[in-house]
């Protein structure tokens, strides 16, 4: 990263920061990432696509339906380690489940407009939420078969963390996803500047 690109100090990044730069540069996924591209059947600028992404709502929603299934899937686990806590986790464990298809459809939704390097993080990050639906499904049947899905629903968690992470850096540190709906014609220029014109808005 060159400490003094657009004319601001940067610090090195951070390790995190570095790891998560992998699947950026990881040109072996352009094949599969372009596949999982075409999955919603070229239908990036379509009406039903664009109300997917938020258009009506003005900012992307996957962000918004992953806390579901997400909130649900942690909740779980405290009431795992919680006295007679065991049926309300299986629910809360169902329940993120049937939460998943949701988040996953408007995922595809967002995807379709991303670029190349966004690509490769977007397809990781599906990838590692797909393997923690797998396990939290697993979980699910363990437990209505009598059995402790305790330790695939903590490894499914575990693997939903690294996904959120790869979620996270495709929307703050590589931009996806964000756009502005509504008109600025309105609005003074100090108040999309901010105090110092000059300044970054996400100094890193």
């Not at 966004?118 to 009598?146: D, E, I, K, P």
């Not at 931009?175 to 808005?201: I, K, M």
Request: with cysteine; aromatic share 4%.
């Amino acid at each position: 990263m060159d400490p003094t690109r657009d004319g601001h100090a940067r610090s090195k990044p951070a390790w995190a920061h570095r790891a998560l730069r992998k699947a950026e540069d990881a040109q072996a996924l352009d094949a599969p990432a372009t596949g999982l591209a075409r999955l919603p059947g070229g239908l990036a600028e379509s009406r039903v696509t664009r109300q997917l992404r938020g258009h009506g709502l003005g900012h992307p929603v996957h962000p918004l339906a992953v806390t579901l299934p997400i909130g649900a899937w942690l909740c779980s686990a405290v009431f795992d380690v919680l006295p007679d806590g065991r049926d309300t986790a299986r629910r809360l464990v169902a329940t993120g489940l049937l939460a998943a298809p949701a988040a996953i459809v408007l995922g595809l939704a967002d995807y379709s407009g991303l670029d190349v390097r966004q690509r490769r993080v977007g397809l990781v990050h599906a990838a590692a939420n797909a393997a923690a639906t797998a396990l939290f499904g697993a979980s699910y049947l363990a437990r209505r078969g009598g059995r402790d899905g305790r330790l695939l629903g903590a490894l499914g968690l575990a693997v939903t963390s690294v996904g959120g992470a790869l979620g996270g850096h495709l929307a703050y540190a590589q931009g996806a996803g964000v756009f502005r709906w509504q008109p600025l014609d309105d609005l003074a220029p100090a108040e999309l500047a901010g105090d110092d014109p000059a300044a970054p808005r996400n100094p890193a």
